[in-house]
């Protein structure tokens, strides 16, 4: 039947609630939580076999892209290149015939990414693909589909298609890890326990949807906000920029926090907001090093970590979003949901078209 907005102001805030349901549901398709078993669709493809990946993808689904390229180099061990559509497709990409070539697609129609899965194909790769449309012309073309389960979306600013496709993103990486024998029964099992974990996790996250949109009216005078984040939030700092540019009409650059000494730091002062996403583990204190030197130089850091992170070093930001433990592989997931929220909510102060935002399309079928 139609689909409608509920009690939802916006379709976009309506995605974004959706997520713990949905994000749950693509994973149900993916694992054994009984086993701790990721539980793939059979390959026409020996796995084991692939020595090189490539992903390709625009816009939001070329960051769930960017974010799997840290998971299947760590976790997998494999050779992995990333990159946007509309580059790949002219560049003559070098593919030595047999790899794994990944398309990522909420519509399964984006005209770039179609073009560059049949460049792809003509240079002998198995070609996989994550859409979430049924019966799209991506699906048709691809030796193995992986659906996401997010159902219908509408906001065109795209938000549980992307957490879903990083659900998938994130199976598939155990899979082929396991295949190529870089990790035992155990630690399947921890990381697809993690998995199961994020539904309930997301839930508590939409918790603090009051004290972000607290943050919306200050945030909408901004000329310009910079997104900062290191490893697999890297590409989140990048699509929380993408996702306030395109419904709030801010200018925003999302920026690897240890690359921000080499240009973006000349641009910060007191009218500037610095998204600084910064999960505890592995890279937490580089990353926290990078906010001092921000707030340093007077920027007003909104620091969104766990609760972890706020205990060590919250006080040192104007403000501090504490959101719930998680182990470290899965944290993308988690990371994605207050960046989204903030744009929203910048957006509604702004009073722009949420749903509909200016100049952008659903899906691009046209070059
Ligand atoms: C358009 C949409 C974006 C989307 C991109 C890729 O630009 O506005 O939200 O991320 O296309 O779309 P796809 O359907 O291929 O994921």
């Not at 796995?47 to 840290?70: P, Q």
């Not at 180099?73 to 497709?89: G, H, K, L, P």
Request: charged residues 20%; aromatic residues 6%.
């Amino acid at each position: 039947g139609m689909i409608d907005k509920g009690n939802y102001r916006h379709f976009m805030l309506k995605e974004i609630y959706e997520q713990p349901t949905v994000v749950g549901q693509t994973i149900a398709t993916m694992v054994d939580p009984l086993h701790g078993t990721t539980t793939l669709p059979e390959f026409p493809f020996d796995l084991a076999a692939i020595e090189r990946v490539t992903i390709i993808a625009c816009g939001t689904s070329f960051y769930a892209g960017m974010v799997a390229k840290y998971w299947l180099e760590q976790m997998a061990r494999i050779n992995v290149e990333v990159d946007i559509a509309s580059e790949f497709r002219y560049r003559e990409a070098v593919m030595p015939p047999g790899g794994l070539a990944i398309f990522i697609s909420q519509s399964g129609e984006t005209a770039d990414t179609l073009a560059a899965l049949r460049y792809a194909k003509s240079q002998g790769q198995h070609i996989l693909t994550i859409v979430n449309v049924p019966q799209s012309s991506m699906e048709r073309e691809s030796d193995i589909v992986l659906q996401t389960h997010a159902g219908p979306e509408v906001g065109v600013a795209s938000t549980k298609a992307f957490t879903c496709q990083l659900s998938v993103l994130a199976c598939l990486s155990i899979a082929v890890a396991k295949a190529r024998g870089k990790i035992d029964h155990a630690e399947e099992e921890r990381l697809v326990n993690a998995l199961t974990e994020v539904p309930a996790r997301m839930a508590e996250v939409l918790n603090h949807d009051e004290a972000i949109e607290a943050l919306a009216d200050d945030m909408s005078k901004a000329r310009d906000v910079i997104y900062l984040g290191r490893g697999p939030e890297y590409p989140i700092a990048m699509e929380g920029a993408l996702k306030l540019k395109e419904i709030s009409y801010i200018h925003a650059e999302g920026y690897a926090a240890g690359e921000m000494k080499h240009g973006p730091i000349a641009l910060i002062d007191e009218l500037v907001p610095i998204i600084v996403i910064a999960p505890t583990g592995r890279l937490f204190e580089k990353t926290v090093s990078n906010m001092q030197e921000v707030i340093a130089r007077k920027g007003r850091v909104i620091f969104i970590t766990d609760e972890e992170g706020s205990q060590a070093n919250g006080h040192d930001a104007e403000a501090t979003i504490a959101l719930p433990m998680l182990d470290e592989f899965v944290t993308p997931l988690l990371y994605a949901i207050p960046v989204q929220l903030l744009s929203y909510h910048v957006a509604v102060a702004k009073g722009t078209d949420v749903d509909q935002p200016r100049n952008l399309a659903k899906s691009v079928t046209v070059e």
